[in-house]
């Protein structure tokens, strides 16, 4: 016999109509994006440094939600929320028919850096993989602005930052018998932790001098969100693309840019510039740096290199970095390379000759631009980059399981031929950019025009491109007579500050069909030179000439992208095969350097943009770049602005002697100062950097700016240490 309970509950269900009775909860999937900018995975759970942002996006997308926890509140399915403390948000979704579903994020925030973290004791601020050989370094400022600063190591714990766990003990080793380096101005120390694998978070702590380093990941895959930010640099510099907030981020979002009356899609010659009939449909392509404009040969360097990083890691490049293009069948570093060769084409005269430059007006955000558009006319330094770029991307495209892309691989390779039969039929036609005795001044702002020596260095690497995309032996001839005429041969030089000129020959004489003698001698010409004990490569390697394990001769304009390349000179090594060292010592050799730009530096500054919500506790917070400009309320400081410039900008580094501030400060204007500020000045090389983005008359472009080429550079070497 039912109870009483039972009979009324019996009732209620006999009574209840039958929409009701079936009504049954929905299953929610958890979906979140870091920051916005990175792409979306199914997961309810992440570790993320303070102040990092992450945004909430659980599936369906129909029906009704609600929110709380974490600082999520009211009903929009999508939540983005600034991280302070461990906390889980709570998403309560009801369906059509009423019934509810929650679903939990469980977000555990690392405290934010405590103030004896990362000044002596420096690590790479993203991580490590679990079998790379893994070595911090201690510093004691003897020299530049922080010699007041003191430190000596003691014995060193490698601490579990999410248990306190001590999971590895020892003492740090003095490096060169603690002789005081010239290029950072410190005594150094290393501290070789490689026998901790275990996949978790860490930090390296010195618990009797109250010392710490940033914290870092050990895992599979730790490079793969800076990997997407680093590429999706070149979305943010695409010039005429619109940014919505799906894809750039709610702080990065603008309307495309150089698009009004008078700008790219109408611009006109600039020695003609009264004359409607020179428009041209110039739109497309990426600001070249911090500036806006767009030089030929050098756009056509940067897809090269994405190229090539493509070619040699062909599966790290998903279809999801969030891109407007993602999800379209086709890897988004290709999509990303499209938009540049689309641009490319454009540029593409009928007669095969490519103009050299559009030069674009300033504007933050880019939308905000409004000045006209200009076009420099075609030379022959740029008609041979577009040529290789072309011929390159040809037989990328071509190769791909896709017929609109065999279709435009066909277009492409056919530009490549016209523009080599034009620079062999007009070998020296030139055009200076931003020259007042040419009459171009105001046209762009770097010098996109070379010499003769540099326009040989083209032809080559047109002449290589073409012969891998066509197999024909007219540009494998080229090559066979002139590749002599490279430095690597004609004046024993291989470096850093050319490692363009050594990658191309080695990718010739990878290629199948090229001439066997030859190719033994670019790798044998390669392996001698960088293997020698007085250059750069292996032996300042096997001589520790840089505590910092990343050496570099000289620190210039643009350090952070040579450092970048002497890296990628390592992975050539591996990549070919090729190497008189070990695979471990290649690798690790290769991720040294990129242990540098991760935070392994005097400065302990990860030399990437705005990366607190990827693990770096201390990354660059300002560039010098039109969009995010000094003064900005929205974008000038990562720190104090309200977003700050976009993540993942690789900055140009420390400039030990060419920068400075103008000639006729402090009495030209207030802005000056009564000094130059120190650091950059008067530092040791590599504190020769400061985190700054001051135009005139401080002039922080020569430290601060970033570059596409530095950013290809960095991707090329990075791509390398991603699954």
């Known amino acids: 016999m039912a109870t009483g309970k039972g009979l009324l509950l019996a009732a209620v269900i006999v009574g209840a109509p039958a929409w009701a009775q079936n009504c049954q909860p929905s299953a929610v999937t958890p979906y979140l994006n870091v920051n916005g900018t990175t792409s979306w995975v199914a997961k309810a759970s992440a570790s993320l440094n303070a102040g990092a942002k992450v945004v909430l996006g659980p599936q369906p997308v129909s029906g009704n939600w609600s929110w709380s926890g974490c600082g999520a509140s009211g009903t929009a399915r999508e939540q983005t929320l600034k991280l302070t403390a461990t906390c889980t ?65 003691q014995q060193l714990q490698v601490v579990d930052a999410a248990t306190g766990a001590v999971v590895y003990t020892a003492w740090p080793q003095d490096w060169n018998g603690l002789k005081t380096d010239e290029s950072s101005g410190d005594q150094v120390w290393h501290f070789d932790f490689s026998q901790v694998t275990a996949p978790g978070t860490y930090e390296i702590v010195d618990p009797t001098a109250n010392q710490r380093s940033a914290r870092f990941e050990i895992g599979d895959n730790v490079y793969r969100n800076v990997l997407i930010q680093a590429v999706r640099m070149f979305y943010y510099q695409r010039a005429g693309q619109e940014k919505t907030v799906a894809n750039a981020g709610v702080g990065w979002a603008d309307g495309a840019s150089h698009l009004k009356g008078g700008q790219d899609p109408q611009a006109r010659r600039f020695l003609d510039p009264n004359n409607a009939g020179t428009a041209r449909d110039l739109r497309g392509g990426w600001f070249d740096a911090g500036d806006p404009n767009k030089y030929t040969s050098w756009a056509a360097a940067y897809i090269q290199d994405l190229l090539d990083a493509y070619i040699q ?8 970095f969030n891109l407007p293009e993602s999800y379209n069948g086709i890897p988004d570093l290709l999509d990303e390379v499209k938009w540049g060769t689309d641009w490319l084409a454009r540029m593409q005269n009928s007669d095969g000759s490519v103009l050299s430059i559009v030069g674009l007006a300033d504007g933050s955000p880019p939308s905000a631009s409004t000045g006209p558009s200009y076009y420099g006319d075609a030379s022959t330094t740029a008609t ?57 001044a105001g046209l762009g702002a770097g010098q996109q025009e070379t010499d003769d020596a540099g326009r040989a260095e ?72 960088w293997g020698r004990s007085d250059y750069g490569g292996w032996g300042a390697i096997d001589a520790k000439t840089d505590p910092y394990r990343a050496y570099i001769s000289s620190y210039t304009w643009g350090s952070n992208g040579v450092k970048a390349n002497a890296g990628t000179l390592f992975t050539e090594e591996g990549y070919y095969g ?21 935070g392994v530096n005097p400065l302990g500054k990860a030399y990437l943009t705005n990366m607190t919500s990827f693990g770096a506790e201390n990354s660059v917070n300002q560039i010098f770049h039109m969009w995010f400009a000094d003064g900005s309320a929205k974008w000038d400081d990562a720190r104090t602005s309200t977003y700050g410039p976009a993540p993942g900008y690789l900055v140009g580094g420390p400039n030990y002697n060419q920068w400075d501030w103008d000639s006729r400060c402090p009495g030209i204007s207030a802005a000056c100062g009564s000094s130059r500020p120190t650091p950059p000045y008067g530092q040791p090389p590599q504190k020769s950097y400061l985190d700054f983005n001051t135009g005139w008359p401080l002039n922080s472009w020569p430290i601060s700016e970033p570059s596409n080429g530095y950013q290809t550079a960095y991707i090329r070497l990075l791509a390398r240490f991603v699954k």
């Open 89 to 153: 948000a709570t998403a309560t979704y009801t369906n059509s028919c009423g019934a509810k579903t929650t679903q939990a994020f469980n977000f555990t925030v690392w405290p934010a850096m405590a103030a004896n973290a990362g000044k002596f004791i420096m690590v790479d601020q993203f991580g490590y993989l679990p079998g790379m050989k893994k070595v911090a370094v201690l510093r004691l400022p003897k020299v530049g602005f922080d010699s007041n600063q003191s430190y000596w190591p």
């Open 313 to 320: 890691n062909p599966t790290v490049w998903t279809d999801d």
């Open 384 to 440: 041979l980059a577009a040529a290789a770029a072309y011929a390159e991307a040809a037989k990328v495209f071509g190769g791909l399981n896709n017929t609109a892309m065999k279709t435009y691989a066909a277009d492409l390779l056919a530009r490549a031929k016209r523009a080599w039969a034009w620079a062999q039929a007009n070998p020296n036609v030139l055009f200076y950019n931003n020259d007042s005795a040419r009459g171009t």
């Open 458 to 529: 083209l032809r080559l690497f047109a002449a290589i491109k073409l012969f891998a995309a066509t197999g024909d032996a007219t540009y494998r001839s080229y090559v066979d007579t002139h590749y002599t005429e490279a430095p690597m041969f004609s004046q024993w030089y291989v470096s850093a500050f050319n490692a363009g000129n050594a990658r191309n020959l080695l990718y010739y004489a990878s290629l199948p069909g090229a001439t066997a003698d030859v190719a033994t001698a670019i790798r044998t010409r390669f392996l001698d030179l």
């Open 578 to 598: 090729i190497s008189r060292h070990t695979a471990d010592q290649v690798a690790t050799a290769a991720a040294d350097y990129l242990h540098y730009l991760h």
